[in-house]
């Protein structure tokens, strides 16, 4: 399938799915705490959602059995909510959900700390969201889309962690998974397509403190980290505008 172009009503939709997705998150943020079990998170994800006349996408996506992805510690993303799986404090957990609106998509991610977490976890949370602001400094019209990916990694690679490569970002729009795929790594000998206005794109990174190579649990779901070392991700839904930088759609404004 092609990129998609959204026209202004659309990208107008797609605002408005983002906004409620990040509120959402919010409701989700403040619901964290240690004892609480990654089950009733995502009951209350869910609950989040409908209630602003939102659908779930997670929900029955391939078969995927929840609305939020839920991810403890060494799991990277796509963990599966379970009633004993409880959070403790110095637990970090990613939270990776998203919604249609009216037809359109919204899919976001953090990672947060659960009560008091050590500073190498919360650096590993900080360095993460960093980096995709940093990609998303070159998510303009006009520029490559592989100069985000360059400017990811750039921005990671000093720090030491690694970068996850067997799972990337993408386009957005009336599916939850469009082309292009982006890669969180710098790409040789080839640049992505040209960006224009109207693209939806989410920009995805997924930063482990060790090393980048993952598996993926008996569950068929769950990516871990293989050298068990903790892992972040950070996500938002942005589009490219006619000038400038993008607007981040699942940042509330
Ligand atoms: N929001 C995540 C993504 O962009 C997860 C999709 S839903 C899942 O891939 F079913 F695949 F978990
Ligand atoms: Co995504």
């Given at each position: 399938?092609?990129?998609?172009?959204?026209?202004?009503?659309?990208?107008?939709?797609?605002?408005?799915?983002?906004?409620?997705?990040?509120?959402?998150?919010?409701?989700?943020?403040?619901?964290?705490?240690?004892?609480?079990?990654?089950?009733?998170?995502?009951?209350?994800?869910?609950?989040?959602?409908?209630?602003?006349?939102?659908?779930?996408?997670?929900?029955?996506?391939?078969?995927?059995?929840?609305?939020?992805?839920?991810?403890?510690n060494?799991?990277?993303?796509?963990?599966?909510?379970?009633?004993?799986?409880?959070?403790?404090?110095?637990?970090?957990?990613?939270?990776d959900?998203?919604?249609?609106?009216?037809?359109?998509?919204?899919?976001?991610?953090?990672?947060?700390?659960?009560?008091?977490?050590?500073?190498?976890?919360?650096?590993?949370?900080?360095?993460t969201?960093?980096?995709?602001?940093?990609?998303?400094?070159?998510?303009?019209?006009?520029?490559?889309?592989?100069?985000?990916?360059?400017?990811?990694?750039?921005?990671?690679?000093?720090?030491?962690?690694?970068?996850?490569?067997?799972?990337?970002?993408?386009?957005?729009?009336?599916e939850?998974?469009?082309?292009?795929?982006?890669?969180?790594?710098?790409?040789?000998?080839?640049?992505?397509?040209?960006?224009?206005?109207?693209?939806?794109?989410?920009?995805?990174?997924?930063?482990?403190?060790?090393?980048?190579?993952?598996?993926?649990?008996?569950?068929?779901?769950?990516?871990?980290?293989?050298?068990?070392?903790l892992?972040?991700?950070?996500?938002?839904?942005?589009?490219?505008?006619?000038?400038?930088?993008?607007?981040?759609?699942?940042?509330?404004?």
């Open positions: 399938m092609p990129v998609t172009i959204k026209s202004e009503d659309e990208l107008n939709l797609m605002r408005k799915a983002g906004q409620l997705l990040a509120q959402v998150h919010e409701e989700l943020h403040d619901a964290l705490r240690p004892g609480i079990s990654t089950l009733e998170l995502d009951s209350i994800g869910e609950e989040a959602i409908r209630k602003r006349g939102g659908v779930p996408n997670c929900k029955d996506y391939e078969g995927y059995p929840a609305s939020v992805c839920i991810s403890v060494d799991e990277v993303v796509h963990g599966i909510p379970k009633a004993e799986v409880i959070l403790k404090e110095g637990d970090i957990v990613s939270l959900t998203g919604l249609i609106y009216k037809g359109f998509h919204s899919d976001a991610a953090r990672t947060w700390g659960v009560g008091k977490i050590s500073p190498e976890a919360q650096k590993l949370i900080d360095i969201q960093q980096s995709f602001f940093e990609g998303i400094k070159y998510a303009k019209a006009g520029n490559r889309l592989y100069d985000i990916s360059k400017a990811i990694d750039s921005y990671i690679k000093p720090h030491g962690y690694g970068i996850v490569r067997e799972l990337t970002g993408h386009g957005i729009g009336k939850l998974h469009e082309e292009p795929y982006i890669p969180n790594f710098r790409q040789f000998f080839k640049r992505g397509i040209t960006l224009r206005p109207g693209m939806t794109l989410c920009v995805e990174p997924m930063i482990t403190m060790g090393k980048r190579k993952i598996a993926f649990l008996d569950d068929e779901w769950t990516v871990v980290t293989l050298d068990g070392s892992a972040a991700h950070y996500e938002n839904t942005i589009a490219i505008r006619p000038e400038g930088e993008p607007e981040i759609l699942t940042i509330i404004n």
